[in-house]
């Protein structure tokens, strides 16, 4: 492992925000968030978590995926292209998102062309946690406050500067003509959260139909934001939009924009049914989406364990809280099944 | 629906559209317009060819919807309507374009630019006609009776011509007795008969129709509906009586200006309006020996810039009535210009000059004054033709003053919800198309009321208000707008503010 | 020792009302996950007691009798919720009873007096001292409606005269438009604050972007501005200025300026205060004699 | 767009009892006007919507009319009213959050006005050029072949 300086890191970041497009934790109006940076000083180094994840790099809100020109008779389709671009200062639970994400939209065929064009030019440069928030459980879903796996370079805080892993070959061809020096020592291993126990995606099943939903739900606004802040979520929806409309030339954009399940009308059917029809079914989905779904999909978990939804959510619908309700009715429907008589299901 | 496949018809209408817009270049431009099948330029889209050529175009290209981009849907829309009709096509798939009115008559200095206008005009009324919708009308019955109000002499020609025809109309006069205007007026020109005598006969005839209602010393309090069955309700001496109409005939008359601080008007007895004068000959007719009669005493000045029209013939009339009382009299008529329009009234001027009342112009400029102590005793005029002033002795000036609209059509107005014009009349749909009657269906307009008139436009505007009135009431039905509003269920939250809201308690 | 007062109260009432069946739900708040206060439903007697009453209540429940409408009178068992409210939650009850959003007596309004509520309420962590801004601006501090009112009334004097909102308007125009831009840019479209808000009922919002010919399709600035422009409007002379949606907002945009600035226009012009009495937006009144738009 | 070629892009909506027939009124009388506005035929000024005039603002047009009866002479008896008051406090919102509140007109024109039209329009045109542009967002207005 190398060692970088601060200052030396300061020059580097003012030189890859000159060649590239550097996205790094920036304030915005006092609210912190992954976006592009022009020089490394208005780059926010001591933070626990920015408001978004970044997914919006890799999956933006509302994205054209095709432009539609219509010269004449003459129809032409072009594809948006995109550059280089360095996420700097990633959190170890959002890279977790990107790889999760990853493994949707690149990880089968068919792959998706847009999102694998975009992810290609992306390099991703990490930077480690000190310590978990309250809310975060990254350590419960299989990552760490360090984990290095789903970076190219991750950067960890030492005294003075900080500890640089080269993970990639991507990271390599960034990091080597640096000369850095050796790193002396270790750096200290995060302070972490105790772990939750996961109900294993085998026995969601059992409390499909059970009414805990239903009384999580009453609380429920039905807004979209534990979805569009999560890392995970991927749902969209896509659709075309006139930009300009004239005699010899028309223009058209076909749109992908971020949807949410938690939303009345996102299962709704053409004619009208609406297959999740209550609260309770829509805001189900969410969970079992995470935790049942995803892992039979794509055989691991739809959540690493950030706690955006936790910390932003309204009402207080605790996805740490419903992992621990739903594994004791698990358990205490195990129990009744051996002793008939104990009450089934859960309280919220 | 199948796909749109629109009509587009532009109208030159002679040089009035096309000396200012090029109408070649938006025909060509909108032939590329989507969902336009055909394009045509037409002289006059409303002609008889026109017309025809429109059916045409329907038939030919399987038009499913129509564009005429020509003048204003306020006159013509009918008209195409029923072509569209005509040609098999649901009238409410047509599309009017106001390329006239609302461009190259107000931007006919900058024809590129009305061009220009013409075709975003041409391209938002074809997009419109796209989503249009076939549509199907409700009917609804008429209740054949009317009301008619103002018992004057056009208001009880409409009412007669009605009854006659076998409707019951309601007439509602504000004073206690009918007869109007007519009844301070002496003789009526050109013929020089008594007014009382024309319209003793009909105040009669009217008194004693079974089929017409009465009501006098009466204002018309509420009126609600629409064409075919209007809410009446009639206040007489605080004493409101209610009944329903089909059609209602607006003939309420006008008011004559007093000139007060005129020409010594108020100040000198000797100095009268020639409706005073009127009532003195039909008294006592006086014996002058010199007389002034002043024209356009309060019009045609800017704050009331119109012609009345009227009097200059009153004026004639009462000069020759003073010349016949005493020949010798020297009786001159100041006026601005003398406006004794058609065949009868040209004689009548010959007959006053060769009676040998005297003419003379004057100017705002240079006004007449009147001189004299206590009363009027000389006139000064400017005489432009000789170059000098003149002192005309009299023992009598008359003014001639213009009719202004009655006191009370701004109430009328509001309660039947029609336009007063500029001057303050009524203002009729159209001025050349639709001349007795109001922007909204079933309600019409006659008389004085509407424009200085004479008795025998008076009395040609009531049968034509009438006639017109009479149309919904002899068909039995009028067929209502067919697009309304309607709930929709999925947007609908039920919170009744639309309720409350309709003034007409229609949801 | 007010704040057990107060929850005992309401403890007490809620039992009453569930043991003789007068109501099928209790609307009110509890104790949630890592100490924050959260709403809750309690149906049953022996969940009565995890109904706390403190300055952390800051939900506006109302907003949850969206969800409930349908259900009220729908059998032969006239179904009738208790609901906690605050004075501010109380004026939004007038709002809907003025819209027919619900009937008098499918509610039974538990009216609590309030000495405001603190700063991050309804967040884990984030709870200080200092009282919400709307609270220090809040004169109302007794329920304009209620069954029953728990708390004796008090009358404190405002000082506060809206800084933030005559700042704003004391801006040039193009740096006031500028500064909503920039608001604009940030959000996210997760319609918190449209789904917290109590006047916010429709079945189907005009503005949603995925479904609306009034906001566009894409999630661009423009979208989101003709989002909350149009919601603004339609909560004109509506909103009862609980400020929830500004509390929502995961990404604080100071949403409440929009629905103050509007409040205080209705007021000068109109004379009106949403939520004084169930009453006719003046939007959908008649000018009254003599009164003259534009004046 | 430079400065002194901007032309604006306004909205007339005007009603189809009062102010469609004054303007048609301003047309027989051949008052003239510029061209920058295009008239929207509507039933009544409450027809008009305000999400309407937001949309407009915010996608390309610089100035929107909206034009009805005087107050008392209204077709449907209050439609006026309505427009009043919604659009007053529109206008409020929209200067609030930056769109000069001059780029919105209401006013009422009867039948009879044509010269008021006339003068409106003329009057209205000349303030939004002033203005400026409302959204930088233009649409490339197209000229015809000749």
Known sequence: ?348 | MSEPRVGVFVCHCGTNIGGVVDVPAVVEYARALPYVAHVEGNLYSCSVDGLSSLKQGIHEHRLNRVVVASCTPRTHEPLFKDACEQAGLNRYLFEFVNIREHCSWVHSHEGDVATVKAIRLIRMGVAKACLLEPQDEAESGVIPEALVIGGGIAGMTAALNLARQGFHVHLVEKEAQLGGRLLQINRLCPTDIEAYDLIKPIIQEVEDHGRITLHVSSMVHEVSGYVGNFQITVAEDGEKQSFDVGTIVVATGADVLQPVGLYGYGQFPNVLTQLELEDRLKAEPPLITGAVLINCVGSRIPERPYCSRVCCMTSLKNAIQLKKLNPDAQVYVLHRDLLTYGVEFERYYRRAMKAGVRFLRYNLENPPQIVGRGRAENVVVWDALRGRELHLPVDLVVLSTPLVPASDNERISRLLKVPLGESGFFLEAHIKLRPVEFATDGIFVCGTTRWSADVSESISQAYAASTKAAIPMRMGVVTAEAITAYSEPSFCTGCGTCVVTCPFNAI | MTEFTLQDQIRDRAKQLLASEQVKCVIGYEHGSRGQVRPAFIHQINDVDSLVWNQGCTHNLVTYLRDIKGTFGSDEHLQRVAIIVKPCDSRALNVLLAEKQIEREHIYVIGVVCTGIVEGAGYAGQSSDKLQTRCVRCSDRVPVIYDLLVGEPTHPEITDDYVDLTELEAMPPAERAAFWLKQYERCILCYACRQVCPGCYCSTCMFERDDSLWVGIAAGVKEKEAFHLGRAYHLAARCIGCDECERVCPMELPLSLLNHKLAKEVQRLFHYCAGDEPSQSPLATMLAEGEEFPA | MSEHTFQPRIIAFCCNWCSYAGADLAGVSRLQMPADFNIIRVMCSARVAPEWIIKALLNGIDGVMVLGCHIGDCHYISGNHRAAKRFVLLKEMLAFVGVHPDRLLVDWVSASEGRKFQTLVTEFSKRVKELGPCREWQVEIQTPQR
């Open chain 1, 1 to 348: 492992m190398k060692y970088i300086s601060r200052e030396a890191l300061q020059t580097w970041l003012d030189r890859l925000a000159n060649d590239v497009t550097l996205i790094a934790p920036r304030l915005v109006d006092d609210i912190l968030l992954y976006q592009s940076v022009s020089s490394a000083r208005e780059i926010v180094l001591d933070y626990t978590r920015p408001k978004m994840s970044a997914k919006e790099v890799v999956l933006p809100s509302s994205e054209p995926i095709l432009f539609v020109e219509k010269r004449g008779q003459e129809v032409s389709l072009t594809e948006p292209s995109s550059g280089a671009q360095i996420i700097f200062g990633l959190r170890p639970c959002d890279a977790h998102g990107i790889a999760v994400l990853d493994t949707v939209f690149v990880g089968q065929e068919p792959i998706d062309l847009n999102y694998a064009r975009r992810r290609e030019a992306i390099t991703l440069i990490g930077l480690s946690c000190p310590q978990m928030r309250e809310d975060c459980f990254c350590t419960s879903m299989g990552g760490m406050p360090n984990d290095p796996t789903h970076f190219d370079v991750l950067l960890t805080e030492v005294e003075d500067g900080y500890a640089v892993n080269t993970v990639t070959d991507k990271g390599r061809t960034l990091v080597d003509h640096l000369n850095l020096e050796e790193i002396k020592g270790e750096p200290a291993e995060p302070i972490i959260n105790e772990t939750e126990s996961v109900l294993a995606q085998e026995h969601w099943p059992d409390l499909f139909a059970d009414h805990y939903w239903d009384l999580l739900a009453e609380r429920c606004l039905e807004c979209r934001m534990c979805a569009y802040l999560c890392p995970v979520c991927r749902c969209f929806d896509v659709q075309d939009q006139v930009t300009q409309q004239g005699i010899s030339y028309s223009k058209y954009d076909r749109l992908r924009c971020w949807d949410s399940c938690t939303g009345t009308n996102y299962r709704v059917v053409a004619g009208g049914h609406n297959p999740r029809a209550t609260k309770g079914q829509r805001l189900r989905n969410r969970f079992f989406c995470k935790f049942h779904y995803f892992p039979v999909e794509y055989d691991h978990s739809g959540c690493v364990g950030c706690g955006r939804c936790i910390e932003a959510c309204p009402v207080n619908i605790d996805i740490v809280e419903v992992m621990r309700d739903i594994s004791r009715a698990f358990n205490a429907s195990q129990i009744s099944n051996a002793s008939p008589d104990a009450e089934k299901g859960v309280t919220a």
